[in-house]
């Protein structure tokens, strides 16, 4: 297991609103998105779906909708809106949640804290 680290990674006034950032954070890609509320979320920037870049999708409702599926993945808690709504339950479950990172904003800056990889 890798030690977890907060790494600043941009200027919290450089994400607007409803924007969508790529950056590195312990070599990992990590996608950031200022939500609707003002909240800065950090998240794989890959579906777990099938892999597509998330960063390429649309922000809705505190949500990112993938640009080839349109799964819907909540930035707060990191689990899928859509299909998961409509799907028989047994389904469902089986939907891959969207990995989260911790954020904070500090002294002007967005940090994120991840683990570093071993």
Request: net charge neutral.
């Amino acid at each position: 297991m890798g030690d977890s680290l907060w790494q600043r990674v941009l200027a919290d006034q450089d994400l607007k609103s409803g924007q969508v950032s790529k950056v590195s954070v312990a070599g990992k890609k990590i996608m950031l998105v200022r939500l609707e509320d003002g909240t800065v979320a950090a998240a794989s920037p890959v579906c777990p779906h099938q892999g597509e870049d998330l960063t390429a999708g649309k922000l809705y409702m505190g949500a990112i909708d993938c640009p080839r599926h349109h799964y819907l993945y909540d930035l707060h808690t990191g689990e899928n809106r859509y299909p998961r709504n409509v799907f028989p339950a047994d389904l469902a479950e089986r939907l891959a949640p969207l990995r989260l990172y911790p954020t904070k904003i500090e002294e002007g800056w967005i940090w994120v804290q991840a683990s570093r990889e071993r």
